[in-house]
Each structure stands twice: as C-alpha cells, then as structure tokens.
C-alpha cells in the first residue's frame, strides 16, 4: 500500500494548506509558530535551507540527535562530509549503525549530550522523543558533557541541533564555555514547550550573536547562524 505522504498530491495538499495558512495569519499580524512553520513549508525548507551550506567532502558535520538519520542523508547525499551523528535512544543508534555501516566517513555515537554527563530517562515517542516532554514510554539512556565533546574538534563547518527541549542546557553550556565560536555553522531548532522558552530562546540568541550572524530566522522551526569572520 502507497503511503499517501509520499506522494505528489499530499505535498501539493500540505503547499496548498499551509500557503492559506500563512496568509491568515499574516493578513491577522499573528506571527506564532503556525505562521513560521507554514512559512518553512512555502519556502521548502526541508529540502533547501536546511541542508544549503557551502560544505565538501573534508567538512565537518555534527548531527545532535540523530533520529533516523533524515537529515544526516541528505548532507551525506550533497557533500559526503565527514560526519558524527549522537543518537541516545538504543532502537534508533541500532537503525542508525545497520543503515551507515559501510560508509566510514560516519561516525555514530550512543549518546546524548547535556551540560553535564550522567544518565537519565527519555521519553519516547517517535520524532517527539524528549528528555524533558514526557511520554508513557522511557529509556534510561546516557549523557555526555557537550563541551568535553566540541572539545575533541579543532572546528566544526555544521552542527545541527534538534534535541526537543534539551537545546538551552547544551546552547548555554557551549557559550560559556566558549566552543561555540569553534562552529562555523550553528543550525537549531528551538522547543517551545521547555518553560519560559521564548525568553531563553531570546537570551540565547542575544549572546550567540556577539559571534555569529543570523543566516535565516523562523522561530521554534529552525534557525541557523554563521560565524563571523574575526570571531
């Protein structure tokens, strides 16, 4: 059985409702995270600005959060970088090691990062998997520090971060630690569902911007940052 989402005519239905949509809320001056994400659709972010970096077969890519490697294919389709994806969540680092078992330019860790190492509980529930939004379902999975990781590289081109909440932690960790200037490339997505985000989120932004720029900004979707040349 064809699975309808994979289909022209539910992209074109998905285009079609999300471009009314965000001309709803745009004629309205509601500017949520309904207007950013069907803004993302009508831009097909997916497929242009969230893998449009100017990488190479010598770049360096950091995909926090692996899931079941979508994003990580297609950097590895378009540049075939060198490439290290964290996965905590044992079902989908397994999925993860039988799918780039015989690409040696991939590296694949069993383990999540945080501001500090240790283990705690995931909840489980497909994409939505969170340390923090809770679930039925839980895996006791393990944790290492994120600056004592981003300290093995020298620089990074991309690190992309989609980590369901855990992001602010690991976005302070690294500031103040001061790693995120070795990153030449920052992608994250933001979750609104962590209390007071939108003001940890400004918080974060303002001190990421005294070393880089922003490249494109749709909040609580998916915003990326490039560093500056003296930082």
Known sequence: MV?????KIYMLLKRVFFTAAYFVLKTNGLKNWLYYYSKWVIDNGDETLLTEYPLNSKSTVIDVG????SFSDKIISR?????????????YFRLLKNKYKDNKKVKIYNFGLSDKAGYRNIYLSDDGTSLINKSNVSEKVRLTDCLAFLKKFKSVDLISI??????????????EGGLIKRIKFLQIQFHDF??????????????????????????????????????
């Open 3 to 7: 699975n309808p989402k994979s289909t």
């Open 194 to 231: 962590v209390p007071a985000a939108k003001a940890k989120r400004s918080r974060i932004i303002k001190k990421i911007l005294i070393s880089h720029t922003v490249r494109y900004s749709y909040p609580f979707v998916w915003e990326s940052f490039e560093k500056k040349e003296k930082s």
């Open 66 to 69: 692996g899931y079941k490697g």
């Open 162 to 175: 989609n980590i369901e909440g855990e992001e602010y932690k690991n976005l302070n960790r690294l500031i």
């Open 79 to 91: 540049y075939n970088p060198n490439i290290f994806i964290l996965e905590p969540v044992n079902k």
